[in-house]
């Protein structure tokens, strides 16, 4: 096929296309039968992208969101700094910085370019910190994210980033659609580096331990939080884009578990038994955090169906598998009973 795709096709753009998220997503649109074009700085480090035309372009400048944007109908900007929360809570400046100017200029090269739709990726950090400071915390609810204390840096950048979208949109200038994911994990993601999120890393420290050892996990364990399964993910990402909603929604599950319990099941899916160093020095994250989906169900009559468990059996399986071929523990290995 040509890089322009076939008449009456829609053609659509996933910024990150490199990242865990984005290369997820490029699978799903080609799967619904778009032509795909991927940007980001990287491609992904782990399998090639089935996008029909892929550019590694900075986002941060303008000239490159225009390149990006030329020809596009619909955008996906999942373009970010962004990673754990042992990278987000020490370069902050950095992360805003940086994601100011991607969204900028996203928006607006879209807009000059004539796309009819964009969609944007925030996060559930645009929440207050103060409703997420016990460990039992209700689900957060779209209205909570006002009167706004949000995460520093990341979150703040991205509450910006979706007031930014709401005025193009109430000015006319753009249809926008925005989502506020809650912890997507899965695999063929990040799992070591520094970047990765909670269960990719719990995933390799179980994955390098032997049955019987100690493993750190940081705070005290207590902290709960939910987690979406990735394929959740970009079928709610579609769904939202594609939707007339024009106000920011949830995209997440409302399964929470502690952080200890995390541990415990990815060391069971493992067939392993692991002993728990709590590090109280490491970045924590706020207390609580939960997803409630009462508006998600009530305006896609659909909810993200896949368990935490289930989820977290291909993910460990993945990370193993990586691990094994990187030679960090033997191929013989395989996943233990808790598996079946």
């Not at 060391?267 to 009462?294: F, M, W, Y």
Request: aromatic fraction near 8%; hydrophobic fraction near 35%; charge should be neutral.
């Amino acid at each position: 096929m040509s890089q322009n795709g076939s008449p009456g096709r829609k053609r659509v753009l996933v910024t990150g296309a490199g990242g865990f998220i984005g290369n997820h997503l490029v699978r799903f649109l080609k799967a619904e039968g778009y032509w795909v074009r991927g940007v980001d700085l990287t491609r992904s480090r782990y399998e090639e992208t089935q996008a029909d035309d892929f550019e590694l372009l900075d986002l941060r400048k303008r000239a490159k969101c225009l390149r990006a944007t030329r020809g596009i109908d619909h955008v996906y900007q999942l373009a970010a700094d962004m990673g754990g929360m042992g990278y987000t809570s020490s370069h902050r400046a950095e992360i805003a910085h940086n994601n100011v100017l991607i969204n900028a200029h996203m928006l607006e090269a879209a807009r000059q370019n004539g796309v009819s739709r964009y969609f944007f990726a925030s996060s559930a950090c645009v929440y207050p910190q103060y409703r997420q400071a016990t460990t039992e915390v209700e689900g957060l609810r779209e209205e909570d994210a006002h009167p706004a204390d949000p995460e520093e840096g990341y979150g703040w950048e991205k509450l910006y980033t979706e007031k930014l979208c709401q005025y193009y949109l109430e000015e006319g200038r753009l249809l926008t659609r925005v989502a506020r994911f809650h912890n997507v994990y899965g695999p063929v993601g990040t799992y070591d580096g520094g970047r990765e999120k909670a269960p990719a890393a719990i995933c390799r420290k179980v994955a390098l331990a032997c049955d019987g050892d100690e493993i750190e996990v940081w705070g005290d364990g207590r902290q709960s939080r939910s987690f979406l399964y990735v394929d959740d993910c970009v079928e709610g990402i579609h769904r939202i884009a594609t939707s007339g909603y024009p106000w920011p929604l949830n995209l997440g599950s409302d399964e929470r578990v502690s952080i200890d319990e995390l541990v415990d099941l990815v060391a069971a899916i493992a067939g392993k038994t692991v002993r728990k160093r709590h590090n109280l020095d490491a970045p924590q994250g706020v207390r609580g955090r939960n997803s409630e989906n009462s508006r998600l169900r009530a305006v896609l009559g659909w909810l993200p169906g896949t368990r935490l468990r289930d989820g977290l059996v291909p993910t460990y399986a993945w990370i193993e598998g990586q691990l094994q071929m990187a030679g960090r523990i033997p191929a013989a290995a395989g996943l233990g009973a808790g598996a079946a």
